[in-house]
């Protein structure tokens, strides 16, 4: 792994998700789905990382720089960041009850807990560091997290239609299949 991800993996907000069950509550009824948001985010990031390499080496026509993969990776990583305890059962049944008015869908937490990590950790130095603009490329890292709902009217400000492929890797609105179905379905 990059040295940035590993930086991203050694603050206390990505550590969290050691504790936090992919499936929930099934591990009760299925002993065997004890897997973590921990292990899937690392599996995620690496399944980026191996598709961005295949694509790169296959296709350098599509001029993949080492910031559209780095974004790519962080996004896979922290894709997930936003979850709360049992995952998708705390986030759609006791967070819609308790806070109705302030219900944020996990993708959208995970970004916000991404900027929370950013700062507590200053990890801004470190993005530098690597080359990454932290206006447009922290944009991306978002879009990447969210992913493109609307492929009419390129909507995005990361990435250039031209790089709308990657789009598709982390959180692929258009038909479902990206690296993080991949990770869940071979867990």
């Not at 937490?109 to 700062?119: I, L, P, V, Y």
């Amino acid at each position: 792994m990059h040295p940035l991800l590993v930086k991203i993996i050694d603050t206390p907000q990505f550590q969290r998700l050691r504790h936090i069950k992919q499936l929930g509550t099934k591990y009760l009824v299925y002993p065997g789905a004890t897997h973590t948001r921990f292990e899937h985010s690392l599996g995620v990031a690496y399944l980026a990382g191996r598709l961005l390499r295949s694509l790169d080496e296959n296709q350098p026509e599509l001029n993949i720089t080492k910031q559209d993969f780095l974004c790519v990776q962080i996004a896979a990583l922290c894709h997930d960041m936003g979850h709360g305890p049992f995952s998708h059962l705390f986030d759609g049944m006791f967070i819609p009850e308790v806070l109705p008015s302030e219900y944020l869908r996990h993708e959208e937490a995970s970004f916000e807990m991404f900027q929370h990590m950013r700062e507590e950790n200053g990890l801004d130095e470190e993005m530098k560091h690597y080359g990454l603009n932290l206006d447009k490329d922290i944009k991306f890292i978002k879009e990447l997290i969210n992913g493109c709902k609307n492929w009419t009217q390129w909507p995005m400000e990361g990435r250039t239609k031209d790089k709308s492929f990657l789009y598709e890797i982390v959180a692929n609105k258009l038909n479902g299949v990206d690296v993080d179905k991949w990770d869940y379905l071979a867990r």
